[in-house]
């Protein structure tokens, strides 16, 4: 008869006193939040902001314009949200925490992503409008097309420097 017959192996119970190690962290890269590049970023956007804001104010009838409001309003958004959270990353680099949990890491991105659309769709808008002025409709001299281009360049700016905030954020929060 050709029946196989059980082996019996005997199971080697695993050592207890080994060191279970710690997960490996991606190292913080400058411009995430709770680092000083994520929190100089914040402080260009914020002033970014504020410049366009305040030369768009400073303009008696940008009101007439819808592109020109959405910019204002764009920017006060920015300014909200830029402010915010620079305070909480002076606030995580003052009591040396990091910011790695993975709800405000989602609250960033989105909040970014929003942002980041917002300003870049005002400014894009506003560059329009400005150019509409200045070269199809050669009406400088009646309107404050060097305001006008001031405003949209701070704008841009400050989108620029929300981008590698919104890409690092992302980042962080797909590699976890």
């Not at 929190?39 to 804001?53: H, N």
């Not at 309003?73 to 909200?80: D, I, K, P, Y």
């Not at 709800?103 to 909040?111: D, I, N, Q, Y």
Request: proline letters at 4%.
């Amino acid at each position: 008869m050709n029946s196989s017959h059980p082996a019996v192996h005997p199971v080697d119970v695993p050592p207890t006193d080994v060191q279970v190690l710690p997960r490996v962290r991606m190292k913080d890269c400058q411009g995430m939040p709770g680092t000083l590049g994520g929190l100089s970023l914040r402080i260009g956007q914020f002033f970014f902001a504020v410049a366009a804001f305040s030369i768009m104010l400073s303009i008696d009838d940008f009101a007439t314009v819808t592109a020109f409001c959405y910019l204002v309003a764009a920017t006060v958004l920015q300014c909200l949200w830029s402010l915010s959270l620079a305070i909480i990353d002076g606030y995580a680099l003052l009591v040396k925490r990091s910011l790695r949990n993975s709800l405000v890491v989602s609250l960033f991105v989105v909040g970014d992503g929003v942002t980041a659309t917002l300003t870049f769709a005002a400014a894009c808008a506003s560059a329009g409008i400005t150019v509409l002025i200045g070269n199809d409709l050669r009406e400088c001299a009646q309107n404050h097309c060097a305001k006008y281009e001031t405003a949209t360049a701070m704008a841009f700016l400050s989108w620029f420097m929300v981008s590698p905030s919104f890409f690092l954020t992302f980042w962080m929060l797909a590699t976890r």
